[in-house]
């Protein structure tokens, strides 16, 4: 009798250990979107055109910024020197160029079962047209500690092609729409907020390891997963997509 009690009280202790197991590795959140609604945002921007082929959209720009900067050739209408609060501020040697970027993106994003890391150049397109980077200086994905310092302005600058963008938060579009705003789509499609919710600002400890969360928006009433733009690093993402990205080119 002793032997079949010892035997059952293994069994349990094996299934509780089982069991165990399985919760460390909850089932990954099945949720799909529906970003449709939101296209809206890009009518009517200048250099931004998009189409629907199928379960993507197509977003075409020529990455021109809508703003002023020192970075635009000298005898541009949108020159503006620097004005902004940086001390260190030093200006790089690039110009900005007209580009011709592709992002094909999901309307349907859901979460990807095998994360993908960010690349550098283009992750994301925002409201304006201009591509999101990561929180990397090319070109072995350094700290942009000292990158930051050829920030213009409104915190954004070009690279060697010309290429302007936005690694950190947009001014220029945050100090127009509000600091709450959609400010536009990352590769995998789901959106980009601005460093505030809910009346109080984010930090990078309020999200997840993609530098997201799921909660109501305007834009989605019934919630939705989306990253926000934050003052400290990574910025606007962290470890790489929370959903599949479409893809990008140039």
């Given at each position: 009798?002793s032997?079949?009690?010892?035997?059952?009280f293994a069994?349990?202790?094996?299934?509780?250990?089982?069991?165990?197991?399985?919760?460390?590795?909850?089932?990954?959140?099945?949720?799909?979107?529906n970003?449709?609604?939101i296209?809206s945002?890009?009518?009517?921007?200048s250099?931004v055109?998009?189409?629907?082929n199928?379960d993507?959209?197509?977003?075409?720009?020529?990455?021109?910024?809508?703003?002023?900067?020192?970075?635009?050739?000298a005898?541009?209408?949108?020159?503006?020197?620097?004005?902004?609060?940086?001390?260190?501020w030093?200006q790089?040697?690039?110009?900005?160029?007209?580009?011709?970027?592709?992002f094909?993106?999901?309307?349907?994003?859901?979460?990807?079962a095998?994360?993908q890391?960010t690349?550098?150049?283009?992750?994301?397109i925002?409201v304006?047209?201009?591509?999101?980077y990561?929180?990397?200086?090319?070109?072995?994905n350094q700290?942009?500690t000292?990158?930051i310092?050829s920030?213009?302005?409104?915190?954004?600058?070009?690279?060697?092609?010309?290429?302007?963008?936005?690694?950190?938060?947009p001014?220029?579009?945050?100090?127009?729409?509000?600091?709450?705003?959609?400010?536009?789509?990352?590769?995998?499609?789901?959106?980009?907020y601005?460093?505030?919710?809910?009346g109080?600002?984010?930090?990078s400890?309020?999200?997840?390891?993609?530098?997201?969360?799921?909660?109501?928006?305007?834009?989605?009433?019934?919630g939705i997963?989306?990253?926000?733009?934050?003052?400290d690093?990574?910025?606007?993402?962290?470890?790489?997509?929370?959903?599949?990205?479409?893809?990008i080119?140039?």
């Amino acid at each position: 009798m002793s032997i079949l009690i010892l035997g059952i009280f293994a069994l349990l202790a094996c299934s509780s250990d089982n069991e165990s197991d399985g919760n460390t590795n909850p089932p990954m959140d099945s949720t799909s979107y529906n970003i449709s609604s939101i296209l809206s945002k890009f009518d009517n921007v200048s250099g931004v055109s998009y189409t629907v082929n199928g379960d993507f959209v197509e977003f075409t720009s020529n990455g021109l910024p809508d703003h002023g900067s020192p970075y635009w050739e000298a005898g541009n209408p949108m020159y503006e020197a620097y004005n902004g609060n940086n001390p260190n501020w030093h200006q790089n040697p690039n110009t900005i160029m007209t580009q011709n970027i592709v992002f094909r993106i999901p309307l349907n994003p859901s979460e990807a079962a095998n994360k993908q890391a960010t690349s550098l150049g283009p992750i994301g397109i925002s409201v304006n047209g201009v591509p999101f980077y990561n929180q990397y200086a090319g070109p072995n994905n350094q700290p942009l500690t000292n990158e930051i310092d050829s920030f213009d302005q409104y915190l954004g600058h070009p690279q060697n092609t010309g290429q302007y963008h936005y690694h950190i938060e947009p001014l220029f579009l945050t100090d127009a729409l509000g600091k709450t705003a959609f400010l536009g789509l990352l590769a995998d499609g789901f959106p980009v907020y601005g460093p505030q919710e809910n009346g109080g600002t984010i930090t990078s400890a309020d999200l997840d390891d993609y530098h997201g969360h799921v909660s109501v928006t305007p834009e989605f009433p019934d919630g939705i997963y989306h990253y926000h733009i934050t003052a400290d690093d990574p910025y606007i993402n962290g470890n790489g997509y929370f959903g599949t990205p479409g893809n990008i080119s140039q």
